[in-house]
């Protein structure tokens, strides 16, 4: 199992409308691609002083699916219409092995 992380910050004044984005139309469309080996995604949030950090974690369940996904280049953020204007900054995409995954 393979985690792709990405770190993206917004201002605090438009952190409500990317979280917004992303639960309601970024991670659907994401889903009904429906790429063989998507298994769903996480999003971690850190509010700071000025702005706010977003985290998504998207499994895939090897590096063939990432690549259908991000395209060849899978550093490069897949940032979907109307978002760049919200972001502040960001980082490459990392990619992981899930080693362990354990749930209560």
């Known amino acids: ?3 792709r992380i990405w770190h993206g910050w917004t201002k605090r004044t438009d952190a409500k ?3 917004n984005m992303l639960r309601d139309e970024i991670f659907p469309s994401i889903a ?5 080996g998507y298994r ?7 509010e ?3 702005e706010t950090e977003f985290v ?3 499994r895939f369940d090897s590096m063939d699916p990432v690549k259908e996904f991000a395209g060849a280049d ?8 109307g978002v760049e204007k ?4 960001m980082e490459p995409a990392r990619h992981y092995r899930i080693a362990i995954a354990r749930e209560l």
């Open 40 to 46: 769903g995604a996480e999003l971690f949030i850190r």
């Open 48 to 50: 700071d002083d000025n």
């Open 86 to 89: 919200l972001l502040t900054r």
């Open 74 to 81: 899978k550093t490069k953020p897949v940032i979907f219409p």
């Open 17 to 19: 409308t990317y979280e």
């Open 32 to 36: 009904a691609r429906n790429i063989k």
């Open 56 to 58: 998504t974690l998207l």
């Open 1 to 3: 199992m393979i985690a």
